[in-house]
């Protein structure tokens, strides 16, 4: 196979980031865009010496499984990986993903995988799910503001304001902001020279309150005419009421500010937030759990299906009030303080400070009083304090809801060593999921429950929980 080769082949399968693999006589291809049972003439981009990447010149004969996107910048925007492909489809390519990693990293014999998995928990509605969205800002080559997402593997903004898989309500801020820029002539941030004003701009909606945060990212300390834009962007906001499609309701702008970010840098946002209209924080609801959320804080993006996934975790964690729990990865304390109505005791451990300050604050404004916090990494911290307890920390109940490089040996055998009756594991990774339960089963721990959830519809991501019991309890 060499570049530029054209060649048909039919599509027999669907990789780790949603890319259709076909072979052509023995020889590997993978295609972006392309899916399952698609018959496509394909133009080789890069051929290694056994596999190699292409692109899809003509779609011959399509897939049943093909659908028309709802968004029309599908392909060419990074977001989505899956949205031509049926939702009932994508959530199968999610189960087998865990399933396939279980058996082949984890070791788990598939007879077990057929007793222990749970059907894959899927959303009612796909779309407009998103309670967070991040827009970069740029210019496009006639000087005309943009604002959108990333296309995939690149920084090239593709211009898009009204995302499918996003608050409805952000059609409506985003115009608005746009407006006001090309009035204003406010220049938007240049990330190969540094210069310009507006890097971001990031919106957050509570789902059950309504609540509205609008921050904008900047390269300075002042916005021209800030207040003018949050009262335009307050107006549309509460002008919009949600399509009957996605439930109503009336929304309201609750937080307009400024964060500072002067750096160059990938990272969106600054530490410093100035504050234009309102609060700096919205509240919004998991189950019966009120958090605030600040621009800075991690909170869960889709929260239709985080009820569903914590109150997974808490069935697989079997809490009868008695329980000493640990909530490791814990965020703003969201899994704790769920877990924490039904527990005696929960302790929970984050790497960032900001976080557990969101954390107290969360369980204050709960009256929850069972609940505790402590800063660090888990690795560090949890080794740390199970040595000066000389080996007397024990937990009931240990849970894990680590990023997606999973957790640290250190800290699992930290865990087996505080010998808790059940761990729930929580991932957004089936890989690593399957190395660390690999790992905890031999270390006298038991895969006995799976759930995949669905947490982000049309791209490839899933989330899974996971319930390991102690073989010898
Ligand atoms: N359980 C929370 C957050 C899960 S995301 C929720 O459901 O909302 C994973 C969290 O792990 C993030 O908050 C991240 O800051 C934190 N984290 C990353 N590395 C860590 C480490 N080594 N030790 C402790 N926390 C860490």
Redesign the pocket.
Known sequence: MVKNQIVTITIEDIGNDGEGIGKYEGYTLFVKGALPQDVVKVKVLKAKKTYGYAKVEELISPSPDRVTPKCPVTGRCGGCQLQHYSYARQLQYKADKVRNCLFRIGGIPEERLNMITEPVIGMEIPFYYRNKAQYPVGTDKEGNPVMGFYAGHSHHIIDCTDCAIQEPVNAMILPTIKQFVRERKISAYNEETGKGLLRHVLTRVGFHTKEVMVCLIINGRKFPGADELALRVAKVVEEFRKEPETGAGTYRLKSFCLNINTKKTNVILGQEILPVYGDNYITDYIGNIKYQISPLS???VNPKQTVKLYEKALEYAELSGNETVW??????G??SLFLAQKAKRVYG????PQ?IEDAKVNSRINNIANAEFFT????DVMPAKYKESNGTMKADVICV???RKGCEESLLDTVVAMEPKRIVY?SCDPATLARDVKYLEEKGYELTKVCPVDQFGHTGHVETVAKLCKTDF
């Open positions: 991690f909170y869960q909530d490791l990865y814990c965020g703003i969201t899994i451990v984050e790497i960032v976080a660090g990494a888990a690795e809801d680590p990023p929580v």
